[in-house]
């Protein structure tokens, strides 16, 4: 049985990103869609933003597929966050079959979580709600992006999930910004001389990768 080693994904270095053999999608949702849309904006005070990912399809909804032919499925997921302007204050594990918290950690901006079933459990392709975290904001002015990686005081965490599927590296993993690049962040622009509670000038979507 090939066993899920915490934090592989933290061999991950490379600054460059490399061209997508498979085409994932990971996104934030706070209002309860299941999308990543013009209408998703962090919350203010407390609030909850969902994540999704969706190991059988890209961005703009066509297929992904694994380049060396296996399935796309999941036994573990890891994640790395940037919020500015607002805390992650708690995560809550939606996948019953990952009941094995992989790690956590909180550093200035970054947090990151992984949950994995501990090779026990493989989740077929498909679209799941991977978690859902409580958020405490002061101000409107907020973001919280998907972060390729971040290098922790511990070590080096990427985000992504474990699969089936070999991966570019051989290694089992696929890698936001290596083995696909579709993320979808949530972002707040305010004015800090109008009131942050009830004015918004708009909403910035885009993929979202950590340097």
Known sequence: MRNWLPLCFACFTAAVIAAPVQAQYIYLDVD??????????????TGHIDVWLDTAHNGDGEPATCATGEDLSMDAYE????????SIIAWANL?????????IASEGNHFYVGFSSGGTTFLPPGLYKLGSMTTSSSNGCSVIQIMTSFAF??????????????????????????????????????????DQHSTTWGKIKQQYLGK
């Open 79 to 86: 994640l790395v966050f940037n919020a500015v302007e607002i």
């Open 153 to 194: 005081l511990d070590g080096k965490r990427s985000t992504g999930f474990q699969s089936q599927c070999l991966g570019a590296d051989g290694d089992y993993a696929e890698r936001l910004g290596e083995e696909f690049a579709d993320a979808c962040g949530i972002n707040r622009i305010c004015d800090g001389a109008e």
């Open 32 to 45: 309860g869609d299941q999308k990543c849309t013009s209408l998703d904006f962090p919350p203010l005070e």
């Open 95 to 103: 996948r019953p079959e990952f009941p094995q918290l992989v790690g």
